[in-house]
T-cell receptor, first 114, second 115 residues
Framework: DAKTTQPNSMESNEEEPVHLPCNHS???????IHWYRQLPSQGPEYVIHGLTSNVNNRMASLAIAEDRKSSTLILHRATLRDAAVYYCILRDVEYGGSQGNLIFGKGTKLSVKP | NAGVTQTPKFRVLKTGQSMTLLCAQD?????MYWYRQDPGMGLRLIHYSVGEGTTAKGEVPDGYNVSRLKKQNFLLGLESAAPSQTSVYFC??????????????FGPGTRLTVL
């Protein structure tokens, strides 16, 4: 799997938008970009994923650069409950005999101030 | 729909003791995984299963065994616990496994301390 690079930490104010960046300069044409987050003392939870086009769901938006070497997870209005570690993970379209597990880095710890 | 549940939530063991962690999912998923998370680190895969009756080693399998006798359950065993196995253990399940669009659902975790 190609590697991703994220800032160690970010801060945001409540009810303001948050843009969480991820660099993946060695991404291949068949890699999907996934985002998971882990709230304090909980298991990770899926947030969103995309391949080439920007994606929106009820939790967040994913903006993917035209060259796909970077992406940004956008939380439109941060709440205190969004304070978590956010992981950007690449997954190939089809691994064949791969284990299928997610490869987690250290992620970005997002703090939200009231 | 309970999703993925884990039993127990907390456990303290003495070195050399054994225990089994239970993971259950009610989503009829084929794939199940056991990860461990050490402080300040991402999750690492211990063992996984691609279906009932099958298991395979992940990145850090030493000191652990697993079984998947029923599709909905995935058990993680520690035969002789060591302090290095102090960690938070997460179980996950997914429908498609290795495909790029697959998403994983995680349990709440088991915090294990080995003295």
């Amino acid at each position: 799997d190609a590697k991703t690079t994220q800032p160690n930490s970010m801060e945001s104010n409540e009810e303001e938008p948050v843009h969480l960046p991820c660099n993946h300069s060695t991404i291949s044409g068949t890699d999907y970009i996934h985002w998971y987050r882990q709230l304090p003392s909980q298991g990770p939870e899926y947030v969103i994923h995309g391949l080439t086009s920007n994606v929106n769901n009820r939790m967040a938006s994913l903006a993917i650069a035209e060259d796909r070497k970077s992406s940004t997870l956008i939380l439109h209005r941060a709440t205190l409950r969004d304070a978590a570690v956010y992981y950007c993970i690449l997954r190939d379209v089809e691994y064949g005999g791969s284990q299928g597990n997610l490869i987690f880095g250290k992620g970005t710890k997002l703090s939200v101030k009231p | 729909n309970a999703g993925v549940t884990q039993t127990p939530k907390f456990r303290v063991l003495k070195t050399g003791q054994s225990m089994t962690l239970l993971c259950a999912q009610d989503m009829n998923h084929e794939y199940m995984y056991w990860y461990r998370q050490d402080p300040g680190m991402g999750l690492r895969l211990i063992h996984y299963s691609v279906g009932e009756g099958t298991t395979a080693k992940g990145e850090v399998p030493d000191g652990y065994n697993v079984s998947r006798l029923k599709k909905q359950n995935f058990l993680l065993g520690l035969e002789s616990a060591a302090p290095s196995q102090t960690s938070v253990y997460f179980c996950a399940s997914s429908r498609q496994g290795p495909l790029g669009t697959d998403t994983q659902y995680f349990g709440p975790g088991t915090r294990l301390t080995v003295l």
